[in-house]
């Protein structure tokens, strides 16, 4: 049932869950917990949902072609809506912020959104994910706007195989002068994120490993996940942590590390010889879910709590309707105290069929 409020501004209908967020009081002013005992760490600002990529695991291009509708501009949120949200969800015990999209170098101005961000004090790390098609030209003007990290999706270092990953053909080249870049920027550590499908390009895994090694990267291995309802997903097609590990470690053996920090979703490697580290994103083989703390804002302003959300809580509504600091406080913590997100740890045939946002409407 939804529930009509007035705000300055204008009227809105709120669904009963966001009700109960904006009217219950915070037993203390503790950072809030959710319901598996979680707290809000880290946040996922998704800045466009635009790519000028069409990644098969994101946005294949047979469903996303040349006459997908994106998201109008006056739809999604301004850098000024975006940085008063995240001093909000600072205020709520964030220290870890993430630009991604879609592309969020497609996202005119985006250094402007950085130098905002980097003033909010609380803020221990800015990053940025990104396909570094455009990372040549924008680098040094993040790095100078205060933005800390990137990590750059790039999964063989085959053309013809990354062609086929990325859906548009483009070149191995550009995505490596633009992770050369990031890297003479100071942008340090430079992670990869290698989403790894079978009978496509795993075998790309041991010389993207070796590359890695030799440049100074930290690859990332990421298991095929069901993201979305478009991507054609099948467990077949999954190639198991286990086996990653594997692959590497016959030619340069691995050992364990711990977690660089309480809810990190990537399990860390190192090179016995001292050559850096790998980490294995597992989502389906292993997953990490009991440890995640992060919370995401998609392009128009809604607030997801799981990559396999289904639905968000409209915050941009609030916004634009003229809602205190203190009201979309309220609605932000009441939703995070409602959370019991697991969808890895519940994943089946029952909740594969369920529907599910898309990745590029929220960051990955």
Same mark, same amino acid.
């Given at each position: 049932m939804a529930r009509i409020v007035q705000a300055r501004g204008g009227v809105h209908a709120l669904d009963e869950a966001h009700w109960r967020a904006m009217t219950e009081e915070p037993a203390t002013n503790a950072p809030p917990q959710d319901r598996l005992g979680r707290r809000l760490h880290d946040l996922r600002i998704s800045v466009t949902d635009r790519c000028n990529f069409r990644c098969t695991y994101c946005m294949p291009r047979e469903v996303y072609g040349r006459d997908y509708a994106f998201l109008p501009r006056a739809e999604i949120l301004t850098f000024e809506e975006i940085a008063r949200l995240a001093r909000i969800f600072v205020g709520l015990g964030v220290r870890k912020l993430r630009l991604t999209g879609g592309e969020p170098l497609v996202r005119r101005d985006l250094p402007d959104l950085v130098a905002e961000l980097a003033r909010i004090d609380g803020v221990e790390d800015i990053a940025l994910t990104t396909n570094a098609a455009l990372l040549r030209a924008q680098?040094?003007?993040? &790095?100078?706007?205060?933005?800390?990290?990137? !990590?750059?999706?790039?999964?063989?270092?085959?053309?013809?195989?990354? $062609?086929?990953?990325?859906?548009?053909?483009?070149?191995?080249?550009?995505?490596?002068?633009? +992770?050369?870049?990031?890297?003479?920027?100071?942008?340090?550590?430079? /992670?990869?994120?290698?989403?790894? /499908?079978? $009978?496509?390009?795993?075998?790309?895994?041991?010389?993207?490993?070796?590359?890695?090694?030799?440049?100074?990267? !930290?690859? &990332?291995?990421?298991?095929?996940? *069901?993201?979305?309802?478009?991507? $054609?997903?099948?467990?077949? *097609?999954?190639?198991?942590?286990?086996?990653?590990?594997? !692959? +590497?470690?016959?030619?340069?053996?691995?050992?364990?590390?711990?977690?660089?920090?309480?809810?990190?979703?990537?399990?860390?490697?190192?090179?016995?010889? $001292?050559?850096?580290?790998?980490? +294995? +994103?597992?989502?389906?083989?292993?997953?990490?879910?009991?440890?995640? !703390? &992060?919370? &995401?804002?998609?392009? /128009?302003?809604e607030l997801f709590t799981c990559l396999f959300a289904a639905s968000g809580v409209d915050l941009r509504a609030l916004l634009r309707g003229g809602a205190t600091d203190e009201e979309l406080e309220a609605a932000i913590a009441g939703r995070w105290r409602e959370r019991g997100d697991r969808y890895s740890e519940l994943r089946s045939a029952e909740t594969r069929g369920l529907r599910r946002v898309e990745m590029f409407a929220i960051g990955g």
């Open positions: 680098a040094p003007a993040l &790095r100078q706007a205060g933005l800390r990290r990137v !990590t750059v999706s790039l999964d063989s270092l085959d053309d013809a195989v990354f $062609g086929v990953m990325n859906g548009v053909n483009f070149p191995v080249s550009r995505v490596l002068d633009g +992770i050369a870049v990031a890297q003479e920027q100071g942008l340090r550590p430079v /992670k990869v994120n290698m989403v790894v /499908k079978r $009978g496509v390009n795993e075998s790309s895994v041991l010389p993207m490993a070796v590359y890695a090694r030799e440049h100074g990267l !930290t690859l &990332r291995l990421i298991e095929f996940m *069901d993201v979305g309802q478009t991507n $054609g997903w099948r467990l077949e *097609d999954v190639v198991p942590a286990a086996d990653l590990v594997q !692959t +590497i470690a016959r030619e340069f053996p691995l050992e364990p590390i711990p977690p660089a920090y309480p809810g990190e979703v990537a399990s860390r490697w190192r090179y016995v010889d $001292g050559g850096g580290e790998v980490g +294995i +994103i597992a989502s389906v083989s292993q997953p990490f879910c009991g440890a995640c !703390t &992060r919370a &995401r804002l998609s392009a /128009k302003g």
